[in-house]
Every structure is written in structure tokens, then in C-alpha cells.
């Protein structure tokens, strides 16, 4: 079974890494959606934009993604009146629509064979509970309908079964097809872009940011790294914004199923975590994706489990489907149900917690910073505002930071999985204790030993193995690592520093035989 999402088979078009200093009117850190919309606006208005990743364009979340374009927020309708009133929900729904509109725009603009298509967009009762949710999303229903969002209740949902709305006109598309249409784009109009380019030291006076070493100088900073990085905002101020942040994994399955089994549609339930569903319709046979089974990075016991979990709920609603995929993406969450997207710092531009709606807050976040960056005023800058002052839901707020201190002393008083690296099998991941010191130690398929510190780079918590995804996650604050300690997912910036496996004699290679200590297992940074 393939390990990886349908959008990732594409090939992408490549660009070279940052080998040289020089000077831009705006630089975007992060080749992503929101990176690259940002960047397309950008040199449509005619600024000097350079976009960089630490990666490959669209390589991060933004190809995780099971790509529905809606509207339609996590947070129900209702939730969001209660918290920023009747205009503050109705201009939250408005970007959503927005941001589905702009890409469509930019599709029939560039020409870009993406397989945009809008579809309707179900919101059902749960799969989990046989509890009558008529009259809560009879409710929302009207909300909406007030709102001027086409939106139609229904007693039994097509192929659910369950009581549920209809929202019309919303979309889909082929993400990673999409933004290697905005990619060329960006190119063709004399954008600069750099992948394998890793942000490094801010200065200001004049703003610069070292890049591979070299020394880029810019007039405003775009981060678009899905989770910010501190840059001019300082450890304090990034620290902050990252105590109204929650990561959380998500997975998926995709499925072939008989054709015209399912509506071509998109589908959500009210659980909570939440099941989503997307249905495409091809020549020969249908495909489905199916995710869910959500929980706090870092967090889950066995994650296997949430795979099993997804095939079971996905057999009964198609008993047919064959599943031939499966995968997890990392979604950041606030505690409001609202993104923050808005200047962190003088000049410094930032667009985080999009939740589920990645594909559409991302794009309303290149939107809002192309905005930014040209000094216009925007319609969702106070609504969405990094330093909103107004703490909705303060009891979420202070549970979802518990964490930190609770996983850090756990785990570092907790006893380790072993003390040796022969105790580590192929394909697995254990922290050991080697030494005196908590060493994250890997094997791969080939039975080569990785070993690093089991330290998170960000503040100081011990990562644990993600089993299914071959990662090292940070339970604290949803940090991911390769399992050659390289970044995966922030806020932490820097890797896993490395480690060796403890001998006398010489150092450990592929077969096990050991080696030599070169250096020592490092501590928290922060």
C-alpha cells in the first residue's frame, strides 16, 4: 500500500537552491499554498518577490492535503456567532468563498490543469452516535441561509443516510497540480524561486535574512510556513503565538470504489474529532479519501489503530472500496476556531492555524499578505488579527497549554523503552538510554542504525516515534523530525542534533558493529 497521497505522484517542476546574496521587495518563506498565492499576487502587482523553502515547493502540508475548497469552517456556524458575533461568522464564511473564487480565478487566468471542479459540500450528523442532530443543523442551516450562503437541510444525506445541509457551489481540485501551475506562474512573471533553502539568522538595518549562508535583504517578510518561525518577532513574541496554537495529526485512506457508488461530493460529519470523505469520479472507476481519527501531534499510543479505525468506518459506508493508500498530515489549530494571519512583528508578515480548511485559509492568507505587503486594506485583518486581543474560549485556551508542562516532566522522568540499539528492529523507533542520555535511535528497512538526541529542538521535550509515518513527533507542541532528525513540521527550526550509539571501540554501521564516540548527546537549545 502506497505510503503517500495521490497528488504526490506528480512531478513537480524544480528549482535551483540559493547560492548567492541579493535584494527583493518582499521574501516568502515557504513554497506552500499560501507562499505561492502570496507570491502570485505579488508579481502581478509588480514586486520583487523571492520565494524560499527548506524543502521542495508543496512538499509539506500543503501536498498532505485531501484538498476540499469550502467555506464552510470547522467551527460550526453557531460557534462562531457566539464568539465574534453575526458579521464577524458571516465575514469568516465570506473568505472562505473568497479564497474558492481567487483560485478558480488564477486556474482559468493561467491556464492551469488542476481539475478544479465545484461540487456540494455535505455537513451530516455523526458517524459514531445515533443521536437525533436535526434540530442543531436545522439551525445552522438558517444561519447560513440569512448569511446568503446556499445552503439546503436534509433529512437523510445522499448515501449517509443522516440528517445533514447541502452547501452548493463549493470545489475540489489536484493540489500539487495546482501549485505547480502557480509555481511556473510566479517564474514566468520574474518571481525568484529556491527550494533547498533554509531560513537561518534575522537581522534588521536593513532587514536581511541569511539564507544557505548568503545574505538576502528585503523590504517585509511573508512566513508561510504552516507553523510560523520566530524571526523578528523575537523567542518571547513566537513563544507566545504558539501558546494559542495546537497541532494535531490527522490520517487518511484513499480507496478505489465502483463507479457512481458515492455522489461526486465532498462530506463531513459532527464528531469530534470529525470524519471527512471526497469522492472523484473517473473514466474507469471512482476514488475515495477518507479521513479522521485526529489527535494532538505526537500524542497517540498506536497509530496504527487510527488506520484500522479509518478502514472499518470507510467499508461500511463502501463496502466494496479497496483501499491501496494511506497517510497523515499535520492540521494547527487555535482556540478560537479562527486562523491568525496578520504582521507578528514590524514588517514581518505570518498566516497560521488554518485548521482544516488549509487549502482555502491558505490561499485567503497569500491574499491578505499581498495586501499587507502593498499597504491596501484588507476586510479580514481586524477579524483575523494575530494580537486579537479578545480571548474567546479561555477554558480551551488554558487546556490545550497543559501540555507542555505535562509532557515535559513526564517523559523526562519517565523510564525509557531500552539501552541499547540492538533492542531497535527494522522500520522501528525507540528512546533509549545510552549513556545517561535519552537518544531517539531508528533502524531502517536496510538495517541502518540512526541515532539522535531525543531532545525537541523548541523547548526541550522528548519526542516520541510515529510508527506509521516513520517521524519523530513532540507531544508538547506538535513538532516533526525525519528519522534523520531533519524538520518536518515547525515550530521547532532546527533538527535533531546527532548522537552516537555508545562502544569503546568503533563507530556502528549498517550491519551493527560498533565505533567510536565523536560527540555527545545535546541538550534543549530553549
Known amino acids: 500500500m502506497e505510503s503517500k497521497t495521490p497528488w504526490q505522484d506528480v512531478r513537480m517542476p524544480k528549482f535551483a537552491t540559493l547560492e548567492d546574496d541579493f535584494k527583493c521587495d518582499v521574501l516568502i518563506i515557504g513554497g506552500g499554498i499560501t507562499g505561492l498565492t502570496a507570491a502570485y499576487l505579488l508579481t502581478k502587482a509588480g514586486q520583487r518577490v523571492c520565494v524560499v523553502d527548506r524543502q521542495r515547493i508543496g512538499q509539506g502540508d500543503t501536498g498532505c492535503t485531501t484538498a476540499h475548497l469550502t467555506c464552510v469552517t470547522d467551527a460550526r456556524l453557531s460557534e462562531l456567532v457566539n464568539v465574534f458575533g453575526r458579521d464577524g461568522a458571516r465575514l469568516a464564511w465570506g473568505g472562505g468563498a473568497a479564497a474558492v473564487n481567487t483560485i478558480e480565478e488564477i486556474v482559468r487566468a493561467e491556464e492551469i490543469k488542476c481539475e478544479f ?66 509555481a511556473r506562474a510566479v517564474a514566468d512573471e520574474g518571481g525568484l524561486i529556491f527550494e533547498e533553502s533554509t531560513a537561518g539568522e534575522f537581522s534588521e538595518g536593513p532587514r536581511a535574512v541569511k539564507i544557505n549562508g548568503h545574505r538576502v535583504e528585503c523590504g517585509k517578510i511573508v512566513m508561510a510556513t504552516h507553523v510560523p518561525l520566530a524571526g523578528e518577532s523575537g523567542t518571547i513574541g513566537a513563544t507566545l503565538l504558539q501558546t494559542k496554537l495546537a497541532s494535531y495529526s490527522t490520517y487518511a485512506i484513499g480507496a478505489k470504489i465502483p463507479r457512481d457508488a458515492v455522489p461526486e461530493a465532498s462530506f463531513w460529519d459532527t464528531s469530534d474529532p470529525y470524519y471527512y470523505l471526497r469522492i472523484d469520479h473517473g473514466e474507469h472507476s471512482d476514488y475515495a479519501i477518507f479521513g479522521g481519527q485526529d489527535h494532538k501531534t505526537g500524542q497517540a499510543g498506536n497509530v496504527e489503530s487510527r488506520f484500522a479505525e479509518l478502514e472499518s468506518h470507510l467499508h461500511r459506508l463502501i463496502p466494496k472500496a479497496k483501499s491501496d493508500r494511506r497517510w497523515s498530515g499535520q492540521v494547527v489549530e487555535t482556540h478560537d476556531g479562527l486562523p491568525y494571519i496578520g504582521e507578528s512583528a514590524q514588517g514581518q508578515f505570518v498566516a497560521t492555524g488554518f485548521a482544516g480548511n488549509g487549502m482555502t485559509f491558505g490561499t485567503l492568507g497569500g491574499m491578505m499578505a499581498c495586501d499587507w505587503a502593498l499597504d491596501r486594506k484588507n476586510p479580514w485583518r481586524d477579524l483575523l ?27 523526562r522522568l519517565a523510564g525509557t523503552e531500552a539501552r541499547s540499539t540492538r533492542s531497535v528492529k527494522r522500520g522501528e523507533g525507540k528512546v533509549l538510554t545510552l549513556e545517561g542520555q535519552r537518544v531517539a535511535g531508528s533502524r531502517d528497512d536496510e538495517g541502518k542504525v540512526t541515532c539522535l538526541s531525543a531532545v525537541c529542538t523548541h523547548m ?64 534543549s537549545r530553549r
Not at 479561555?394 to 501540555?403: I, Y
Not at 526541550?460 to 516513520?470: M, S, T, Y
Not at 519523530?472 to 542534533?497: K, M, N, Y
Not at 563507530?507 to 560527540?519: E, F, I, L, M, T
Request: charged share 25%.
Open 460 to 523: 526541550g521535550c522528548i519526542v516520541h516515534w510515529n510508527a506509521a509515518e516513520h517521524t519523530w513527533d513532540c507531544p508538547c507542541h506538535g513538532s516533526r523530525f525525519q528519522a534523520t532528525g531533519e524538520v518536518l513540521a515547525g515550530p521547532a527550526e532546527s533538527p535533531l542534533e546527532r548522537a552516537e550509539a555508545p562502544s569503546s571501540k568503533a563507530p556502528v554501521g549498517n550491519d551493527g558493529r560498533s565505533a567510536r564516540r565523536r560527540s555527545s548527546v545535546s541538550k
Open 117 to 182: 471542479r465545484r461540487v456540494p459540500g455535505f455537513l451530516h450528523a455523526s458517524l459514531d452516535s445515533e443521536r437525533d442532530e436535526s434540530s442543531d443543523l436545522q439551525r445552522d442551516c438558517r444561519l447560513a441561509e440569512e448569511f446568503e450562503f446556499p445552503a439546503v437541510f436534509l433529512p437523510s444525506v445522499p448515501h449517509i443516510g443522516k440528517p445533514g445541509i447541502r452547501f452548493a457551489n463549493q470545489a475540489k481540485f489536484h493540489p500539487m497540480r495546482y501549485v505547480a501551475g502557480l
Open 385 to 411: 488579527s494575530v494580537n486579537r486581543k479578545k480571548l474567546h474560549g479561555v477554558f480551551d485556551f488554558v487546556k490545550e497549554n497543559l501540555d507542555y508542562p505535562y509532557y515535559l516532566v513526564r517523559d
